[in-house]
């Protein structure tokens, strides 16, 4: 079985600009999370998608957004980028949403660098 | 303000000993507790569990502690083995998932 896929792996940006990861969950799961993880920091919670509706989100700027489609699959959207935006960002889905003692299953991450 | 922290960032453990990691968290709401393993260019891999109203959850070599009065988590590996070195990340819930900074484990063969 498939697990989380994330695309682009790498991704070379400058600042703002605007960039597009993408995340396809595990088969059957409906929820999907996006995180940051900045070099020597643990991951950071960013969004929380279930079922296609926002479940939750971390503190983030407004320039940070996300949608889920009905394939659930998901989007995170960055705009006006800037340097301290250079991050790994990471997907992971899970069946039910957060805060329901469920593990999370995380893809590879994209690495962003904006220059 | 970090709710979930990890002050050791690296330990070297011989092959065969145990290793063991903590982890110190301060919102005494959170009732699941994860740990994560993480190998360069991967992301974090599911290693074991434990919800807030037990004090230990086994599993194989891996085993959590869960000392709520002291919001103290601590992992340990027994033996260690070379292809346990990677990076150790605790993660404690509250409605979302709140991570540690990361213990880099090297187990020396």
């Known amino acids: 079985d498939a697990g989380v896929t994330q695309s682009p792996t790498h991704l070379i940006k400058t600042r703002g600009q605007h960039v597009t990861l993408r995340c396809s969950p595990i088969s059957g799961h409906k929820s999907v999370s996006w995180y940051q993880q900045v070099l020597g920091q643990g991951p950071q919670f960013i969004f929380q998608y279930y079922e296609k509706e926002e479940r939750g989100r971390g503190n983030f700027p407004d320039r940070f957004s996300a949608r889920q489609f009905p394939n659930y699959s998901s989007e995170l959207n960055v705009n006006a980028l800037l340097l301290g935006d250079s991050a790994l960002y990471l997907c992971a889905s899970s069946l039910s949403p957060q805060g329901l003692n469920e593990k999370l299953f995380f893809g590879s991450g994209t690495q962003l660098s904006v220059l | 303000d970090q709710q979930v922290k990890q002050n050791s960032p690296s330990l070297s453990v011989q092959e065969g000993r145990i290793s063991i990691l903590n982890c110190d968290y301060t919102n005494s709401m959170f009732d699941y507790f994860l740990w994560y393993k993480k190998y360069p260019a991967e992301g974090p891999t599911f290693l074991i569990s434990?919800?807030?109203?037990?004090d230990k959850n086994e599993d194989g070599r891996f085993t959590v502690f869960l000392n709520k009065s002291a919001k103290h988590l601590s992992l340990h590996i027994v033996p260690s083995q070379p292809g346990d070195s990677a990076v150790y990340f605790c993660?404690?819930?509250?409605?979302?998932?709140?991570f540690g900074t990361g213990t880099s484990l090297t187990v020396i063969p």
């Open positions: 434990i919800s807030s109203i037990k």
């Open positions: 993660a404690a819930s509250e409605n979302q998932f709140y």
